[in-house]
């Protein structure tokens, strides 16, 4: 059973404007982390958000927020204010511990294309 | 520097030779990762070194495929025998334990 779930391929949106990118996930860890990467056409992986299984509220950086619905299993991200340099590749993650290891499972990726 | 950095950038090889893959981690970080990231796929993960514990070696696809890491510092990705289906970018991570994994540039590895 896949353990990350990004269900969209590709997305548009236009400049300015907000964004939000699907991911579920499967654990029966009670203690896991899930985050967020941007991956530019470069290749290298930006780490942007981070949000603890424990942690109350949801994690904003900047114009990045998560949105966590525990319950539900689902940690969306949300991009406010869209901007070119959005245009990527954003891959979803989660940490699960694994004995004393911390391994991150990711998800396919959705390729966001922000256009004028 | 402050980031996670490898070499090559780039690798053009041919069918079964050896490679060597390199990653400097951020000075500090007690846990390095391998992962592969084949073309427009997500990431695999390889390997997982944690201070002087045993490395966790559960995603290599195969006995080709090793990994050493010195301490707390370098990490060297071997590919004995290289077959086409190795092409990929290798990325490497770095974090303090069970924090945030930073990412260095990745390794295109390219096997004719």
């Known amino acids: 059973a896949q353990k990350i779930t990004q269900t969209q391929p590709g997305m548009f949106v236009q400049e300015k404007e907000a964004v939000t990118l699907d991911c579920t996930y499967d654990?029966?860890?009670?203690?896991?982390?899930l985050f967020w990467y941007k991956q530019p056409s470069s290749g290298e992986m930006i780490f942007l958000i981070y949000?603890?299984?424990?942690?109350?509220q949801n994690a904003t950086e900047g114009r990045y927020s998560l949105n966590f619905q525990k319950a539900r299993k689902s940690a969306n991200l949300v991009i406010s204010a869209s901007q070119l340099g959005d245009s990527a590749m954003y891959f979803c993650?989660?940490?699960?511990?694994?004995?004393?290891?911390?391994?991150?499972?990711f998800g396919t990726g959705t390729r966001l294309q922000v256009t004028l | 520097g402050a980031g996670v950095s490898q070499s090559p950038s780039n690798k053009v090889t041919e069918k079964g030779k050896d490679v060597e893959l390199r990653c400097d981690p951020i000075?500090?970080?007690?846990?390095l990762y391998w992962y592969r990231q084949r073309l427009g796929q997500g990431l695999e993960f390889l390997i997982y070194?944690?201070?002087?514990?045993?490395?966790?070696k559960s995603g290599l696809p195969s006995d080709r495929f090793s990994a050493e890491r010195t301490g707390e510092s370098v990490s060297t990705l071997t590919i004995q025998r290289t077959q086409q289906e190795d092409s990929a970018v290798y990325l490497c991570?770095?974090?303090?334990?069970?924090?945030?994994?930073?990412f260095g540039p990745g390794t295109r590895l390219t096997v004719l």
């Open positions: 991570a770095s974090s303090s334990q069970r924090d945030t994994q930073y």
């Open positions: 654990t029966s860890d009670p203690s896991y982390g």
């Open positions: 949000q603890g299984s424990y942690d109350q």
């Open positions: 993650a989660m940490r699960e511990r694994v004995g004393t290891a911390s391994k991150l499972t």
């Open positions: 000075s500090g970080h007690t846990a």
């Open positions: 070194f944690q201070g002087n514990s045993a490395p966790d």
